[in-house]
């Protein structure tokens, strides 16, 4: 019989029942049993979810990251959390956030501000993971328990249960040695750990451990290689059978390497990978597992069974029980369950899948594999005509946009002039100081303004009553910006629900779903839109509110716009056509509104690029093509406009240092990144690439609740001046404010202000 298994299920719930435990419990609203008790009801119930799978996933389940869990589970502690006291979970939110909760009274010495983690994406998928951090002295110490617990838990459940750990060379490759020693050397420290892990789950009852080395889908030059035999050599004699998961693409050059590795068994993303799975298959001892994920794991469309199974019958005829099933990764990066939407059409409805629906594709075809096709006929018939459905549908094709794309050309992305000319004529009709002040672009989300939204949306509120409650919010953010003395000012984007989904409820091709939320970070849940057809805006969509904003003030305030790679990247793309003619769609409806923002006398317009790198394959070998396309896409969104207009662009929460001649290509006059985070790390880059554009690094950390004050921000920009020109500075924090509190953002943007007037003086004094 065909085993079907899962790599990993969404945390978060269906209705983010996770997420609101987690802000109730920082805010001090409820303790620490609550949460935990919401986090055993929330396993119980993935777990009864996964009922039907032969193994089921344990240890997939995290309060706020797994690798940040892998990393207290080593006791790989930073150095700054390690001697407080009191309870380990809020020393584990500590380096998550900056703190655990609020009041500091019910959580003691664990209540205090330390640097958060850093943060960064998750290979090539927009969730972030915070970074383990190493030195050269770094020492490894087992803490099992929380995965043990949960062990415990499953198997007094009856859950067939596989433990799920992040394995030890990705697990290296994805931190970062502060001191800048070698990463590779701390294997050896780092192995007897794993070792003990593996042998305490064999001591609790655990037959198989899924050890997961996503690293493996990535170019590996010949020490990473040779660290990977290295370690499962040592780890062969552990008395559990590990199936060692790769997946996000091909093993390409690494399926010898994968395929001699000591393990009982290996996992294939056979969606994203399929071309290295029969050269593995042919290569893999005859006792070894073969599990192939097929369903898609990273998108929303339903599976084409029948063709699946074309593909998969021939080896299932060679493999016999060697052949697992699952779906391509951890379903972690899709919704829960499409059986809640009750406001998608039936049509689109059809064409989805989402974590539950996939888990269903996959007992259909393991038992059309064991039983025969006819044993399943129904539910293939419905499946071939929701496939057949979504090809034929005139929703998904439009030959007057196919038209716009074609006759993009050349010209259409390049500015009148070069930078210098355009930075000269933006400096006399904006007149700003040095080291201008501006924010990302949001402002706190507050309470009223969810409410009238949510009464806006259930028909409680009329269109005019919700455009007053909206302008007073802009109002009020206005204020506030020109009270701190803000340079460049915005209107804090009230009436936005999220980045992608807002722009995408107004273009033709997007469909939304109630409760298709995907975890981004800790509590923090996106959303994506379904993008399923051509795209085209059929109206303005940001310059009504944008001109009301404008109107308060005299002070120049950005038209705020996302960009369209991070509208593709963002959202759940179509897999009928490439990506790359799906973004040029997009970059076509931005750019329409980015004339139309100018129009309308906007003279600064950021165009948020947010998720380029995180498109980026995962093989530097494709590098060069991605680049290629999705800088064109931006310039061609952009480049439209006068040389007095100044572009912005932000980026946020990913390496940047080696696409640098890239992110320059994009020729934004203005470039705002994420830097709080990695103490200006990201801005070595500049020692030996001359960024000609102005560069705003990020100083106010926004992820985390921490306040930070003048000195700290005052040597943040003395560090980044020391690569790039203060004339060329800007002034801001790394993101959007909309998660954060007026109470903790008021402060904070005070402290930025009066840093950049102290620069300022110091930049007269000097001259």
Known sequence: MTTTHNLGFPRIGARRELKFALESYWKGQSDREELHALGAELRRRHWQQQSALDLVPVGDFSFYDQVLDMSFTLGNLPQRVRNFEGDPLDNYFRVARGRSAEPPEAHGPCSGAVAAGEMTKWFDTNYHYIVPEFDADTAFTLDASRLLEQLAEARAQGVPAKPVIVGPVTYLALGKARDGSDKLALLARLLPVYAQLLEALADAGAEWVQIDEPLLVTELDADWQHAFNLAYHQLKSCRVKLLLASYFGPLAENTYLAANLPVAGLHLDAVYGRDSVLTLIDQLPSHKVVSLGVIDGRNIWKTDLTATLDWLEPLHRRLGERLWLAPSCSLLHVPVDLAAERQLDAELAAWLAFAQQKLEELQVLAVALDEGREAVRDALSTNRAACDSRRRSPRVHRPAVREAVAAIDADLARRRSPYAVRAARQAERLRLPAFPTTTIGSFPQTAEIRQARRRYKAGELDAAD???????????????????????????????????????????????????????????CVKPPILYGDIARPRPMTVAWTRYAQSLTDKP????????????????????QPREATCRQLALAIREEVLDLERAGVRVIQIDEAALREGLPLRRAQWRGYLDWAVACFRLSANGVADETQIHTHMCYSEFNDIMASIAAMDADVITIETSRSAMELLDAFEDFHYPNQIGPGVYDIHAPNIPDQAHIVGLMEKAAERIPAERLWVNPDCGLKTRRWEEVIPALRSMVSAAKRLRESIARAA
């Not at 803000?486 to 033709?508: C, I, P, S, T």
């Open 557 to 576: 305030l950005k038209g705020m716009l996302t960009g369209p790679v991070t509208l593709l990247n963002w959202s759940f793309v179509r897999d009928d």
């Open 466 to 524: 919700y455009r007053e409650a909206m302008e007073a919010e802009i109002a009020r953010c206005v204020r506030e910006q020109e009270a701190l003395g803000l340079d460049v000012l915005v209107h804090g984007e009230a009436e936005r629900n999220d980045m992608v989904e807002y722009f995408g409820e107004q273009l033709d091709g997007y469909a939304f779903s109630q409760f298709g939320w995907v975890q981004s970070y800790g509590s923090r």
